[in-house]
């Protein structure tokens, strides 16, 4: 690692780009947490999940559906697939803009349009940017390729229910304590959300093992070891099994908060049992991230680093380096960097749970829920 450690880096960060700031290693480190967002966001489109990528979405609680949690992201089946060519002329790129050039392909009326623009004058991208929404159903768009003097675009029809969803946390330690103060409170939340969120459910036997209980279709109950049950759930083609399962996966760093070198604290052992994955973005990683594309990047990746300090300026306008927002060119500098890094950005999490299981294991389990045939299952 290129500094000592990631408070030292995270220092760097406050006085090279929040120097104006009142408390600028505080707001590198609110800044750390967009950052692991972001890193998640693009190793997702880096495996090919681009058209199943929603961000903040909803997600209803399994049996309990009068209450929902917003979820970082979340991965939807997808319905259909069209591609459109809008002009490269310097206006924003609108919702109807890319509905008139659908035309007849998809039965427009069925969706109400969002106002969403997929970019605008000042060259900012909406990522997974929705442009309508049915009673069943999510419209979105994203870029393929950007020519001279047009856009060609992907139009992709979500299923409203996922197969997957992906949270982020972060708790930072502030000057002068062992801990951060939230650190118990945001592992409950993660954990809430995880432990509610599927039809396979967690409960313990009374010698402590970990057991999943999932209800067939007549109601009965069917209960195996937790990780047994799940690996059987998802290359299952069981309808019933499938029908409202989703798999839960915890991005975690805290350089220290949650996670020694010797022990897991209390609260990642809260988060390890009610995720079916929880991954921890290492020092190592996020420091990678943080020298190479922001402080001291080399010339092909300067745009990111001009796109993160125009964000987080005194005078700033708009903040162009967020999961939802992104500088255009940025953005395009981001997706080649990770695909050329794609095994280094792999080695870049620790597997806290399951134990034993690798991150291709993960992409592969998310392979296998998106060959579904969500169409027969819901």
């Known amino acids: 690692m290129a500094y000592e450690s990631i408070d030292k880096l995270q220092n760097a960060l406050g006085e090279q780009v929040f120097h104006y700031t009142k408390d600028k ?24 999940f681009n058209n199943s990528i929603s961000v903040e979405r909803g997600l209803p609680e399994y049996g309990n559906e009068e209450i929902s949690h917003n979820v970082e ?37 069925k969706f109400e349009k969002k106002n969403n ?16 929404e049915s009673n069943d159903s999510y419209l979105l768009t994203s870029f393929k390729a950007a020519r001279q003097h047009n856009y060609e675009l992907l139009v992709f029809e979500q299923m409203q229910k996922s ?3 992906f949270e982020c946390k972060r ?18 939340q993660g954990a809430y959300v995880a432990r509610s969120a599927s039809s396979l459910q967690k409960i313990r036997s009374n010698t402590g093992e970990k057991l999943g209980i999932i209800y067939k279709s007549n109601n009965e109950p069917y209960i195996k070891p937790y990780i047994e049950l799940m690996n059987e759930i998802i290359y299952s083609d069981n ?44 020092d190592n990683g996020l420091a990678q ?7 001291n990047p080399a010339e092909k990746y300067r745009k990111v680093q001009k796109a993160f300090k125009s964000s987080y300026t005194a005078n700033k306008k708009r903040n162009i380096f967020t999961k939802v927002r992104m500088d255009f060119d940025a953005d395009a500098v981001l997706i080649k960097y990770f695909s050329n890094k794609l095994n280094e950005v792999e080695g870049w999490f620790n597997i806290i749970s399951p134990e034993g299981k690798t991150i291709v294991e993960l992409k592969n389990e998310l392979t296998e829920l998106r060959s579904k045939d969500w169409g027969k299952i819901r």
């Open 171 to 188: 708790v930072g330690v502030e000057e002068g304590t062992k801990k951060g103060p939230q650190t118990i409170e945001k592992a409950k």
């Open 73 to 109: 992201y979340s991965l939807h089946p997808i319905i259909n697939e069209y591609e459109v060519t809008v002009p490269n002329d310097g206006s924003s790129i609108t919702a109807t803009k890319i509905l008139n050039a659908l035309g007849g392909r998809v039965a427009v009326p």
């Open 117 to 132: 623009n997929l970019l605008d004058t000042h060259n900012i991208l909406r990522n997974a940017c929705t442009i309508g």
């Open 25 to 48: 290693k505080k707001a590198a480190g609110r800044a750390l947490g967009t950052l692991i967002e972001i890193i998640t966001y693009y190793l997702l489109k880096t495996w090919g």
């Open 239 to 282: 309808i019933k099994l499938l029908q409202k399962f989703i798999l839960t996966v915890g991005v975690v760093s805290n350089h220290g908060n949650w996670f020694t070198a010797e022990d897991h604290n209390k609260e990642l052992k809260v988060l390890a049992q009610s995720y079916d994955w929880l991954l921890f973005l290492t």
């Open 163 to 165: 197969y997957a969803i």
């Open 289 to 295: 991230f943080i020298d190479e594309l922001l402080l």
